[in-house]
């Protein structure tokens, strides 16, 4: 009898194969799951003592993963908001190995909620995001800063003055003027409503009426599911953010509702300032947004190594109405800066 040994030698090298992948990825795993922390173990959560003219106080941050060369710092909007929107993050980012981490800004959530109004500034805010940066050892090695919404304010105005710490900037859903922001609303989604339901809108706004349960009944339907969140159901993360709103801070510094701006950051306009931002920059937009996605297209035309993600199905938290289209760019810019590259080109499907 004779037999064939190559069936055999291609069976042992497959057997070899699958156990040196698995072995690979093993230890993958065991590095993006590794813990610096020291003693008590607390699932990469720090409480970071954060020095105001009005005291110190802590914020509550919590790393996933480790990646010696991609660590991406959230900044959630609001202000007032909380982490807790970005934990669609955990199904996409793990399984590319890069490394990312909540942070609930001071006011929010997990962190201390002082009630002192002098506290709530741009300017402060940005010092307190410089020393989260020092507190968790981000370096321009490896520190990506990604704000969405209040926190693409809050990363614009970090990155115009601390750049030199930055890997790579993502500006999510934010434009980078306030005044036209407001035009945007009243000029341009405003229009797209049921007249008859504009005008009790602005019925309530006119009166500043703005507790009374109506008029938030008549903004979700009309303009939160519409330009927010486009999902008929929305995801539980984004709920629990959404409950668990610090309004102190959101009325004074957004003012009542997404419905325009008229707080603190009413007057807020970076666009001039653009163009000294260096550092690789995404600008994501989207079609049904409450941000101008033309807007945002020419933000990334300003900065001086900008990338674009349009999402065409998705509204302001593209995360969710327009997923597989926000991560997958969102990732392949990520990869991009970590291979030296200064921007990206990307697409929508």
Same mark, same amino acid.
């Given at each position: 009898?004779?037999?064939?040994?190559?069936?055999?030698?291609?069976?042992?090298?497959?057997?070899?194969?699958?156990?040196?992948?698995?072995?690979? @990825?093993?230890?993958?795993?065991?590095?993006?799951?590794?813990?610096?922390?020291?003693?008590v173990?607390t699932?990469?959560?720090?409480?970071?003592?954060v020095?105001?003219?009005?005291?110190?106080?802590?914020? +509550?941050?919590?790393?996933?993963? *480790?990646?010696?060369?991609?660590?991406?710092?959230?900044? !959630?909007?609001?202000?007032?908001? #909380?982490?807790?929107?970005f934990?669609?993050? @955990?199904?996409?980012?793990?399984?590319?190995?890069?490394?990312?981490?909540?942070?609930?800004?001071?006011?929010?959530?997990?962190?201390d909620?002082?009630?002192d109004?002098?506290? +709530?500034?741009?300017?402060?805010f940005?010092?307190?995001?410089?020393?989260?940066?020092?507190?968790?050892?981000?370096?321009?090695e490896?520190?990506?800063?990604?704000? !969405?919404? +209040?926190?693409?304010?809050?990363?614009?105005?970090?990155?115009?003055?601390?750049?030199?710490h930055?890997?790579?900037?993502?500006i999510? *859903?934010?434009m980078?003027?306030?005044?036209?922001?407001?035009?945007?609303a009243?000029?341009?989604?405003?229009?797209?409503?049921?007249?008859?339901?504009?005008?009790?809108?602005?019925?309530?706004?006119?009166?500043?009426?703005?507790?009374?349960?109506?008029?938030?009944?008549?903004?979700?339907?009309?303009?939160?599911?519409? !330009?927010?969140?486009?999902?008929?159901?929305?995801?539980?993360?984004?709920?629990?953010?959404?409950?668990?709103?610090?309004?102190?801070?959101?009325?004074?510094?957004?003012?009542p509702?997404?419905?325009?701006?008229?707080?603190r950051?009413?007057?807020?306009d970076?666009?001039?300032?653009?163009?000294?931002?260096s550092?690789? #920059?995404?600008?994501?937009?989207?079609?049904?947004? #409450?941000?101008?996605?033309?807007?945002?297209? +020419?933000?990334?035309?300003?900065?001086? *190594?900008?990338?674009?993600?349009?999402?065409?199905?998705g509204?302001?938290?593209?995360?969710y109405?327009?997923?597989?289209?926000?991560?997958?760019?969102?990732?392949?810019?990520?990869?991009?800066?970590?291979?030296?590259?200064?921007?990206?080109?990307?697409?929508?499907?």
């Open positions: 009898m004779i037999i064939s040994v190559r069936p055999l030698a291609s069976l042992t090298l497959a057997v070899l194969f699958v156990a040196c992948s698995q072995r690979e @990825e093993s230890s993958a795993l065991k590095t993006y799951f590794k813990t610096d922390e020291t003693g173990q699932g990469g959560i720090k409480m970071v003592p020095q105001t003219p009005k005291g110190t106080y802590h914020v +509550w941050t919590k790393r996933f993963g *480790n990646n010696p060369r991609m660590k991406v710092l959230l900044l !959630h909007g609001g202000p007032g908001a #909380t982490h807790e929107y934990e669609c993050f @955990e199904s996409f980012l793990p399984q590319e190995g890069i490394e990312f981490i909540y942070y609930d800004q001071l006011g929010s959530a997990y962190s909620q002082p009630k109004k002098d506290l +709530w500034t741009t300017e402060r940005v010092e307190e995001v410089e020393q989260v940066r020092q507190a968790l050892g981000l370096n321009k490896n520190f990506y800063l990604l704000g !969405h919404s +209040w926190g693409g304010i809050l990363a614009m105005e970090y990155a115009l003055k601390y750049q030199q930055l890997k790579g900037l993502i999510s *859903n934010m980078a003027s306030a005044p036209e922001y407001d035009v945007y009243q000029t341009v989604l405003a229009k797209q409503m049921d007249p008859a339901i504009l005008k009790q809108i602005r019925a309530f706004e006119s009166r500043k009426d703005f507790e009374n349960p109506k008029y938030m009944e008549l903004l979700i339907p009309n303009f939160y599911m519409e !330009h927010i969140c486009r999902l008929k159901e929305w995801p539980d993360p984004l709920n629990r953010a959404f409950a668990k709103m610090n309004k102190d801070v959101y009325v004074l510094m957004q003012g509702s997404e419905f325009g701006l008229s707080g950051l009413e007057k807020w970076r666009k001039a300032g653009l163009k000294n931002i550092v690789p #920059t995404l600008v994501v937009g989207a079609k049904y947004d #409450t941000m101008d996605p033309e807007h945002m297209k +020419w933000i990334s035309m300003q900065v001086q *190594n900008g990338s674009y993600l349009l999402c065409p199905n509204s302001h938290i593209d995360m109405d327009d997923q597989q289209v926000y991560m997958a760019g969102l990732i392949k810019f990520l990869k991009g800066v970590d291979e030296g590259k200064k921007t990206v080109a990307l697409s929508s499907r």
